[in-house]
């Protein structure tokens, strides 16, 4: 329980370095950076980063071998990411229960459609409009600390249908001003992984600058961790009892 | 609801046709035989069948056009599954609704780990043991006409730790004489289609002739069928309310 | 599957005796007779009546026998619904699989805190305000025949937390101009009960005459109605293998 | 997260009293004196005990009030239980998320009851047979430290069908020696509150000094402590958003 929690925070940062778009001026040491600055503020937590444009897209096997939860943005170069090193990912959850916290467009990212199995599609708008974040549980992990719920006055509108299994625990739902909902904080178990989907975070917004986003993602590394359940034997198997 | 429900039953058909195994004898017409004359007795089922062999493993885009359900029975040629078949199965469960029933060893099929996203492993043995599988929820439709728990008196055994997402409904459990449990009526739902697996029917064992086997796979097609909500839409969307 | 699905719609049936208030305008026959009277419509499918101030609140013996899935609407008078026919309802859905359809305000009567175990408390406001039900799950098949969200111009809001078990499954969720969330169609199993709680329904509002919402109870009465599992068996067993 | 978590630990108390029985020579402490021990011995947490027999059963305003978490084993006297005392701890799990551990016979009493909302029943029989607990998902956290299966070489059976709603997450499956499978470990939440039930411990067997067993309650105990999210509010709401 007292051991340090080791997170990757890991970024596709190509926004961060187009002059065109306003994400590198909002995150001057990128996306990752500010939540990774943030996690380093958390007692038991310590955060690093990994981007899509180093080598192994920063994800070696010794990176990996000391992650205990990844975190997952990227956005316009899903297909950029190589599937070897997405194999190691979804090994590593659902084999070894590396926690996994996916964010915003990570919906559509190769390592999220792969352990859910399905298209993981949804609506979306870019209209700067209000998102307010209502938590649905007030008594699961994710809930600690934060209100019943917090506006983010302008992001990138996510609608339903999302096209996910039914998450093990819906944590959260927006309201968005346009008319729409969605399910923002979801919980899954895949093998002895743990993973967290959160919605927001458009790279046009300094959304990760907000303390109730950050926090969220605090509680979620907390929730993520490996657990430390026994090493599953699969295969052939002897009677436990007299046939 | 009054609707015929068309069922295609898929088989890798190997077993049938290898001399060295009794599967051809317990089953001249194949296991896929078997199952289909059963569905075929049932009103308003409709049944077919296909095979891995058959060009396109029988599963041409016709024949995908007019399958409600599809049941699934692999094991020692999972990898000889095109994946462009795959695909268009995979597409027809999650965009069309096409119900799913997986059998025993088609737990490892790429079908089904696609759509799960975990690895599907288990343990296993191959003796002949008793097998008794209890129905946990005499309330779901799956249930319907079967008794509180029934034998199959020579079976291989699964046992736990399956590695699947956490059923949506769990069915059934069955016990081992060799002292192993196992979740063996799993439902899912993974995008619009609904997914029943079913353990039993290890190719050595005349279990498709069981008569509550046989009435499960039966309520699986009813409940499995495709439901008629909406057709989706994703991607952009203008807003529904004023900004 | 062929059989009639007899129906008992129960309502309270105060605030449309009560002159100053719109609700006997806006149904002459009730809410009761609304909801009915549309049942009546549907093929396999026949609905009856139950008050508050009949006797046993029109809930006897005889009328619960011969009830396949009970609907129930309830305000301002639950205190005064007996207990010894809450239990008998109670019964009825847990030990016989009697479907049960609880509506709007509903949420805090008798028998749907007892079956939810929880407060069953939440948020109001009588606004006139617009509510917009979205359907997250188009493969459900509540969701037979309806759009992808419709609205309904003037409803009272209910927002979250709703303090209630997370549904099994869960339907659909509700948008309020005023910026609240709602889980707004929820399933649950009891016993051998299918409940759905169904939100929309104020008494000052029209909403049982809207075609959408018709529809949600006409699925809802194919969904929840009873299977045909085993009768189960409790108490103390003999092995059923030697020890 | 490095607060103590405070626990009590009731027991009916009555057949470690009763001369005929051989409870009393198993536990010289009482079955809750075996479990508070043990918890004891664990790193930030601090057990005491309440029995029916005490006082308000022990559990007076002082008692709850100081209560992270309460474990509750019953047998023969659940009717002697007032329902004042149930009420004051149904409110503290559903409205301040008091964590509930409830132990083998626990199944029948009056607060699991009500927090279930379903009979609890289940199947029985007292032959001294042997149990196999099956730990089905090696990344839950009341998985920790605990081997894939373990054996209680005598112990009383329960058997499916049993009566409750399908836990959120389902850790731990039992396999009969005589023939039957049970649900053991079961994990539920209702209001704030987190709930664990555990089959084992039936009192005329050593169970509560088995270690596997001990260090299940001792996983549950944090699993169920209360986490720290927002107070709810109910009721009449003024709109967020102009109306």
Redo the contacts between chains.
């Keep these: ?1 007292s051991k340090v929690i080791r997170v990757t925070v890991w970024n596709e940062n190509r926004h961060e370095k187009n002059p065109n778009m306003p994400t590198g001026q909002i995150y001057p040491e990128g996306m990752h950076g500010a939540i990774a600055n943030y996690l380093n503020t958390l007692e ?1 937590v310590k955060a690093g980063t990994a981007t899509l444009d180093e080598p192994e897209h920063g994800l070696t096997d010794d990176v990996l071998a000391n992650t205990d939860v990844l975190t997952w943005w990227g956005h316009g170069a899903h297909h950029e990411v190589q599937d070897e090193i997405v194999d190691k990912v979804w090994r590593k959850v ?2 070894d ?1 590396m926690g996994l916290i996916v964010l915003h467009s990570g919906h559509f990212s190769k390592i999220f459609r ?6 993981c ?5 870019e ?1 700067n ?1 209000k998102e ?1 974040i ?8 994710i ?7 917090f506006e983010l006055e302008h992001e990138e ?1 996510y ?5 996910i ?2 998450p ?3 944590v959260m ?9 969605f ?1 923002t904080g979801c919980c ?7 993973i967290f989907y959160f919605r927001p975070g458009h790279e046009t917004h300094p959304t990760y600058h907000d303390p109730n986003v950050l926090k969220v993602i605090g509680n979620a590394v ?1 929730w993520t961790k ?16 007299e ?1």
């Design positions: 329980m038991g659902v084999f229960g792969r352990l859910m199995g399905t298209s599609d949804l609506k979306w708008r209209a409009e307010r209502w938590i649905l549980e007030p008594g699961h992990p809930a600690d600390g934060l209100p019943e719920q509108m609608g339903e249908r999302f096209d299994p039914a093990d625990d819906l739902v927006s309201w968005f001003k346009g008319g729409e909902v399910r899954f178990h895949r093998g002895r992984g743990k907390k490996p657990s430390e359940g026994y090493a599953v034997g699969y295969g052939n198997r002897k009677p436990l009892e046939l």
